[in-house]
C-alpha cells in the first residue's frame, strides 16, 4: 500500500448536491472523511453548466433538498424552472449555512484508487501528491460530468474560440457580431440556442437528430404544486420518494389507443400548457411501452413544431421521427423552435449534408464549407460511467472497474460493485438516477450509505460487497425493465449510444423511483440481502435476489392488492363465473385475425359451444382445438379470446376454441370426455372448417391444458385421431397437489394454492385424480405422445407438475421443447398486450406450433 499521509472513515469525491449532503452526514453521524472536489466550488452539475439559457428542468418546487426543512423556509425561488445562476447560489446558500466549505477540499482531482485486501482500506491519490486511506470510498461524481469527446474529424484545426456547454467559461461569452456554429441539439443545445441567437450575426446549427422539446412556459411555480406542498410537506415528499420519477404525480391509467386522436390532442395538450418536463409521458399509461402508444404522443409533439415553424421544410427538419417520444431525453425550451424563424439563423441537417472536416476556419459540411467565428460543441456527455471509470479504481486482485464494466455496468442497485468493496456510487448506473428527479434519488442514496455506515459500525463489519449472485440478478432485472419499454429502440446516451465504442445497455434502472426504493429496503430489512458483510471474526451473507417477478408482472400484482378483492374460492361457483367475466370485459381485446365465427360441435354429451379464429391468410390452416382455463368451474369458448387471437395471428394456424362442460354440474371426467369428443369432431370436420384435417394440435393453458394432455392421451390411447403436437400452457398435471412450487407460490400470484384446492374440489373426488384422465402425470407410460411445447411458469403453483411433466415426456422419448418463463405467473402469458414481458414466450409458443405441422 502506498504511504498514507492520512487515514478517515470515510472519502467522498465531488461535492455537487449528492457530496453536499453525504458531508453533512457524516458530520452526524461521527464518521471521520474527505471530501474532494475538482472544481473551485460547490455545485457540481450547475458549477459547470452555465451555459447561457442553462435550467433545470424539474420544477423548484421539487428539485430542492428535503433534508432540512428550514430551507424552505429560508430559500424563496424566484421561477418556476430555476436558471443555473439561481441553483447555483441555493448550493451555496446552503454549504454556508451548514459551514460545508470548510468540509471540502476544492481544486483536488482523484488521480485513482486502490483496494488493498490485507489493510481493508482504499488508498486514494489526489491530484495534489497526496495518498488518504479510507474504509469507505464514495463516489459523488455526478451522471453528466464528463464532457465527450467531440468525435469529429479536425477539431484540433479551429483557431477560432471553441466553447463546450458543460465547460462553459465562468465569465460569460459574448457573441455579439459573431458568426457562431452550434453542434448537438439536445438539451443543452436547445436551451443555449435562442440565447446565442439573440446575440449572434449569424448561427448555424448542425443537427444530427431532432429532439423533442416542450416550451417551459417559465414563470412563477405551479399554484397547485406550491398549495400541496405547503399543506402537508412530509405528505409530499413521501408521494414523491414513492412516486415513478420523484415527482409526485397521479400515474396515468388511460391508454393512449383507447382514444381518439382528438381526445388524445385535447389530453395532450392540457399536459402541455401545465409546461412540466414530465406531464407529456404521463398523459397515458402506455407510451413507454408501446410504440404506436407513443406515435400518438410524437405526432402531438411534430403538429406542435409545424404550428410555429414558418418554412415547412425546416419544420419537417426539426421534427423526430426516428425515436419516439421520451425514448431520448426529451428538452424544454424558452423560444427554440420560434428561433429558427429568425432571418439570420440556418439549420443543417448532418444527416443530409455530413461534417466533412472542422478547418482552421470553419466547418465543412456536404458540399459546402462556412467560416465562423466560434463553435459551439452542444455533444453531451461520457453518461452514468465516465465519471466512474475514468477515476481510475482498482479493486480486488487488481481488476480495474474500467475493465470489469467492458461490456456494460454490472452493479447491485447500482450503488455497489463486486469486486469493489466498500466502494459507494450514488445515483450510478442500474439506479433511477438520470430517469428521475435527481434531488430524491440522491438524498435516497446518501441516506442509504449513511445508514449503511452507521450499521457496518454498530456491528463491527469492516467490509461490506455485493455478492456476484445478487449483482446478476440486479443486471437480469434491470434488463428485464428496459425491455418492457421502447426506449432500447433509440440511440440515446441512456443507452450508451452517444459515445462511440460504448457497451449498447440501458444504463439507468427504469423501474421507477418508488418501486427501486422499495427494492433497496427490502435488501436491508432481508439482512442485506445479496451483500456479504465481514471482519475478521465475522461474516454475514443473505445471499438472493430482491427482484425476481417480471416488472410488469409486479405492477399487475401491486395493483390488484391495492383492490382488496375478494378471494374467488370465497365464492360460489356462479359467483366465480360472473366475476371471472366481468374481469375479463376489462382486457384488451388481442390482434385482429381474419375471421371470427361461432358454432357448436357434438360433445361427450351434449352440444358444446366453439369459437373459431381464423387466420387473414388463404388457407386451409392447420388447426389447433383449444381449451381454456379456469379450473374445470368457469370460463367459455370466449374466455381466453385475446390468447387464441394471438396464437391464431403469430402461427397462422386455424384456432378452434371449446366450451367443454364444466364442474361442479358436470365433474370429472365430463372435461376430459368433451375434449377427446370436440378434436374428434374438428378432425372429422377439418375441411369444412377451412382447416387441414392431418394438421391438428390439442393446446390448451392451466385446466385447458390438462384437458388438452388428456385429449392428446386419449387421442393415442384410442386409435386417433393422430395429432401433430400439443401445446401446454401452465397445464394441470397432478391432482395430488404435492409439488413444493404449491407451497412456494402459493400466494399472492393471483392462482394461489387454495383456489386452486377449491378448483380440483369441485372438479373430482381424491380417488379421481388419480387416473390419468384427471392428472396426465400418471399415467402408465407418456411414449407415443405427439412433439410437446410446455410452457412453466416461475411464480406458478403449477410450476413443478409441469416440469414433472415435461421430464417425464422426455424420458418417454417425446420431443419435448420446455419453456420456464423467468418471473411470470399462471396468469401472466396470457395477458396480451397488457404485459409486454409475456410477449417473447407467446411468440414461442405461436413457433412451436408452426413447427408441429412442418
Ligand atoms: O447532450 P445530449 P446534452 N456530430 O447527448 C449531438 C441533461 N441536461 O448536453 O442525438 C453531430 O442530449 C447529438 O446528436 P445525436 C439532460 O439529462 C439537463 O444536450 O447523438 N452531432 C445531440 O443532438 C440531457 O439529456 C438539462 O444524434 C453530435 C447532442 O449532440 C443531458 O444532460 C440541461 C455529435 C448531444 O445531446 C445531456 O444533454 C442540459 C457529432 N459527432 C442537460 N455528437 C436540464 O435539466 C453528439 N452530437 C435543463
Known amino acids: 500500500m502506498a504511504q498514507s499521509d492520512v487515514d478517515v472513515d470515510v472519502v467522498v469525491v465531488g461535492a455537487g448536491f449528492a457530496g453536499m449532503y453525504l458531508l453533512h452526514e457524516l458530520r452526524k453521524t461521527g464518521f471521520s472523511h474527505r471530501v474532494l472536489e475538482a472544481g473551485d466550488d460547490v455545485g457540481g452539475t450547475w458549477y459547470w453548466n452555465r451555459y447561457p439559457g442553462a435550467r433545470c428542468d424539474i420544477a423548484t418546487t421539487d428539485y430542492q433538498y428535503s433534508w432540512d426543512p428550514e430551507l424552505h423556509e429560508q ?44 489493510a481493508k482500506r482504499w488508498s486514494i491519490h489526489t491530484s495534489t501528491g497526496e495518498t488518504i486511506t479510507c474504509q469507505h470510498y464514495v463516489m459523488a461524481t455526478g451522471c453528466l460530468s464528463v464532457p465527450k469527446e467531440p468525435d469529429i474529424a479536425g477539431t484540433e484545426k479551429f483557431t477560432g474560440n471553441v466553447y463546450v456547454t458543460g465547460r462553459w467559461p465562468h465569465e460569460g461569452v459574448d457573441f455579439t457580431g459573431k458568426r457562431v456554429a452550434v453542434i448537438g441539439t439536445g438539451s443543452s443545445g436547445i436551451q443555449s440556442i435562442p440565447h446565442i441567437a439573440e446575440q449572434a450575426k449569424e448561427l448555424v446549427i448542425f443537427q444530427r437528430t431532432p429532439n423533442f422539446s416542450m416550451p417551459a412556459f417559465n414563470g412563477p411555480a405551479p399554484q397547485d404544486r406550491v398549495e400541496r406542498l405547503a399543506a402537508d410537506r412530509v405528505a409530499y415528499q413521501h408521494e414523491a420518494r414513492y412516486s415513478g420519477t420523484g415527482v409526485p404525480l397521479e400515474d396515468s391509467t388511460v391508454s393512449a389507443l383507447s382514444v381518439t386522436q382528438e381526445e388524445a390532442f385535447a389530453m395532450l395538450e392540457k399536459a402541455w400548457q401545465k409546461g412540466e418536463l414530465l406531464s407529456l409521458g404521463n398523459t397515458f399509461m402506455d407510451s413507454a411501452i408501446n410504440r404506436k402508444a407513443n406515435d400518438v404522443v410524437a405526432e402531438f409533439m411534430r403538429m406542435k413544431v409545424r404550428s410555429v415553424v414558418k418554412d415547412p421544410e425546416v419544420a419537417e427538419l426539426l421534427s423526430p421521427y426516428k425515436h419516439g417520444y421520451g425514448t431520448k431525453r426529451p428538452c424544454m425550451d424558452t423560444g427554440y423552435f420560434e428561433t429558427f424563424n429568425k432571418s439570420h439563423v440556418r439549420l443543417v441537417d448532418l444527416n443530409a449534408s455530413p461534417i466533412r472536416s472542422i478547418t482552421e476556419t470553419g466547418i465543412d459540411f456536404g458540399k459546402e464549407s462556412m467560416e465562423f467565428d466560434a463553435i459551439v460543441y452542444a455533444t453531451g456527455f461520457d453518461a452514468m460511467t465516465g465519471a466512474i471509470v475514468n477515476a481510475n479504481i482498482t479493486g480486488k486482485n487488481g481488476v480495474t472497474l474500467k475493465n470489469k464494466w467492458e461490456h456494460g455496468p454490472l452493479t447491485y442497485l447500482g450503488l455497489t460493485s463486486v469486486g469493489f468493496p466498500n466502494l459507494y456510487m450514488i445515483t450510478g448506473p442500474g439506479s433511477p438516477s438520470v430517469l428521475s428527479n435527481m434531488m430524491v434519488s440522491i438524498e435516497q442514496h446518501v441516506d442509504w450509505i449513511r445508514d449503511t455506515l452507521v450499521y457496518m459500525r454498530e456491528q463491527g463489519f469492516e467490509t461490506i460487497e455485493p455478492t456476484p449472485l445478487a449483482e446478476e440478478g440486479w443486471r437480469v432485472h434491470c434488463t428485464d425493465c428496459a425491455d418492457i419499454t421502447i426506449f432500447q429502440e433509440a440511440n440515446s446516451w441512456y443507452m450508451g449510444a452517444n459515445v462511440p465504442g460504448k457497451p449498447r445497455v440501458m444504463f439507468p434502472y427504469i423501474g421507477g423511483v418508488g418501486r427501486y426504493r422499495m427494492a433497496c429496503e427490502e435488501v436491508v430489512n432481508k439482512g442485506f440481502l445479496g451483500f456479504e458483510l465481514a471482519s475478521s471474526t465475522k461474516k454475514q451473507c443473505n445471499d438472493g435476489l430482491v427482484r425476481e417477478v417480471q416488472p410488469d408482472v409486479d405492477m399487475v400484482l401491486d395493483f390488484i392488492s391495492t383492490l382488496n378483492l375478494p378471494a374467488m374460492e370465497t365464492m360460489t361457483p356462479t359467483e366465480a363465473r360472473a366475476f371471472s367475466e366481468a374481469s375479463s370485459a376489462m382486457r384488451p381485446s388481442g390482434p385482429e385475425v381474419g375471421e371470427i365465427s361461432d358454432g357448436v360441435l357434438p360433445g361427450a354429451d351434449g352440444e358444446l359451444q366453439y369459437r373459431l379464429y381464423r387466420p387473414a391468410t388463404p388457407g386451409p390452416h ?75 394440435a390439442v393446446a390448451g393453458w392451466s385446466a385447458g391444458g390438462n384437458v388438452a394432455a388428456v385429449t392428446a392421451q386419449m387421442s393415442r390411447d384410442n386409435g386417433g385421431p393422430q395429432i401433430s403436437g400439443q401445446l401446454l400452457l401452465c397445464p394441470v398435471t397432478d391432482g395430488s397437489q404435492q409439488h413444493a412450487s404449491h407451497k412456494e407460490n402459493g400466494e399472492r400470484f393471483i392462482l394461489t394454492k387454495s383456489l386452486m384446492e377449491w378448483f380440483w374440489n369441485h372438479y373430482a373426488t381424491p380417488e379421481q385424480r388419480k387416473s390419468p384422465q384427471a392428472s396426465p402425470l400418471l399415467a402408465a407410460s407418456l411414449a407415443g405422445l405427439p412433439p410437446t411445447m410446455l410452457v412453466t411458469c416461475q411464480f406458478d403453483p403449477l410450476r413443478d407438475e409441469g416440469n414433472a411433466y415435461a421430464r417425464a415426456l422426455m424420458q418417454a422419448g417425446v420431443k419435448v421443447e420446455h419453456v420456464e418463463a423467468r418471473g411470470h405467473i399462471h396468469t401472466s402469458i396470457t395477458m396480451v398486450d397488457m404485459l409486454p414481458s409475456g410477449a417473447p414466450h407467446r411468440r414461442e409458443m405461436a413457433r412451436a406450433l408452426r413447427g408441429f405441422f412442418s
Open 622 to 696: 392447420p388447426i389447433a382445438v383449444y381449451f381454456h382455463g379456469g379450473g374445470w368451474v368457469f370460463g367459455s369458448h370466449t374466455s381466453d379470446d385475446p390468447l387464441c387471437r394471438d396464437l391464431c395471428a403469430q402461427s397462422n394456424t386455424l384456432i378452434v376454441s371449446v366450451n367443454y362442460r364444466h364442474a361442479p354440474e358436470a365433474p370429472f371426467p365430463a372435461a376430459a370426455e368433451d375434449g377427446f369428443a370436440a378434436l374428434k369432431w374438428v378432425h372429422a370436420n377439418a375441411g369444412a372448417l377451412g382447416g387441414i384435417a392431418d394438421h391438428i
Open 75 to 118: 430559500w424563496q425561488w424566484s421561477e418556476k424552472h430555476a436558471a443555473q445562476p439561481e441553483i447555483l447560489r441555493y448550493a451555496q446558500f446552503v454549504a454556508k449555512k451548514h459551514d460545508l466549505y470548510s468540509g471540502i477540499e476544492f481544486n483536488t482531482r482523484v488521480d485513482g484508487a486502490q483496494w488493498n485486501e490485507v
